[in-house]
């Protein structure tokens, strides 16, 4: 097969490929090796439950992780409409006069930097538990696969 002279030529033969699903054996033909077998049909499923069951002894962590982000995400959505609040209902208000304006200024101000700080730190601490989550699969899945290879070992040497 010639190359394609222009671009558009190219992108019709990418389209073709990706199409007839052909993209990986054209990858393995232009680098010479063989064109990869296709997986079962259920063998993703089959990767989701053992992915699935690795979690399942870290599923409060998970769900732990879970709510903070969703807490986090919901500070963070309320900030712009205290923003809001402060130019409508504060320094738009016709009604108020300049104390009460500056009172109801201060009070919205200091609710705003609590609601901004509680934001950071549930963010820090989510992403400190998110690691911490991480890293304790990371070592589950590496002693699993460890245990796997001696389970293996012992097998080829017949002890």
Known sequence: M???RSSRKRYQEFVEDYKHRRLDQVSEAEDGGPAPASPRPGSRRAYLRDYLRWLKPHRNALGGVFVLALVVAGLQMIEPLFIRYIVDHVIL???LDNTARL????LTGLVF??????????GGFKDYRQRILNVR?????RRSLYE???????RVSGK
């Not at 930097?113 to 549930?122: A, E, F, R, Y």
């Not at 699969?137 to 899945?141: G, N, Q, R, W, Y």
């Open 2 to 4: 010639s190359p394609a």
């Open 113 to 122: 930097l609590t609601v901004i700080i509680l934001s950071h730190v549930g």
């Open 93 to 95: 208000n016709k009604g």
């Open 137 to 141: 699969v990371m070592l589950s899945l």
């Open 148 to 154: 796997r290879l001696l389970h293996l070992l012992c």
């Open 103 to 106: 009172t109801r200024l201060n």
